[in-house]
């Protein structure tokens, strides 16, 4: 089932877990992810960041191998196909366009005014499609796709003032954590976490998933955090299996065999991560 995110993480905030969103990368990774989420039960969203979007073909040929996977695997768990970092708004009307029910627009790069106003804009354009729409502020540092940025933490009027004017639905405040890997112990700032979780009453988004202790995610959660992104793990646990797998097959070059030796490492960091977020069982 197609979903926005809308119900999926208002339910997950009355319940206290949160919904994974694991990035995809190819029809292989889409096709592993749906299974396991359907297997143990899980809502999940697919994200889709600008980078895998020109990798696969495009926009559209995106959201037509998501539908098609979910139609033909019977996948009936809620599944949001969602742009990760949308970096314009004509990024994020192409998606709309194009049948994602989810977009993020991060003009966390823009001063706080510009970012209210883009994100407005968009929010007035995803509104009539039924798209929910994630923002970001402050700024999430680290490297993703290749684009390396600096942490800023984002500020709690800040955090206020920019979910009343834009009415965003969900909301990734920067608060310490990075995209790829961390430099030591990741140290997010839960007192204002949960303090933007309660004066915004806007559900919270978690960006840099990876290398996050357990016990951090955990009390993200418990600060308002209702959607987890994982992107980097996965790509690690599964280019680790591949290469083991070449080292111990040389001769093989069938691809699909190369390509699906790498299954059961995502398959099993999927499972791994919906228990720890607590969304089995939850779709
Ligand atoms: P990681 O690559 O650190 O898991 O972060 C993913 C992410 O936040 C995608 O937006």
Redesign the pocket.
Known sequence: MIVNMKDMLNKAKKGKYAVP?F?INNLEWTKYILEECQKNNSPVIL?V?EGAIKYIGGYSVVVSLIKELVKELKITIPVAIHL??GTSIDSCIKAINAGFTSV?LDASKEILDENIKLTKEIMRYASKFKVTVEAEIGH?G?T?DNVTSNIMFAKVDESIRFTKETKVDFLAPALG?????YKGEPNLDFKRMLEISIKTSTPLV??????IPDDKIREAISCGIVKI???????IVWSNAVKMYLSNNPMVYDPRKIIGSGEMAIKETVRQKIILLGSENQA
Do not use: K, P
Not at 206 to 211: A, E, M, R, V
């Open positions: 969103q990035n994200g960041s990760d970092h993020m999430i680290g993703e954590s990075v995209h790829g890997l978690l960006h840099g998933g990876t290398g992104n994982i992107n980097t793990e996965l790509q």
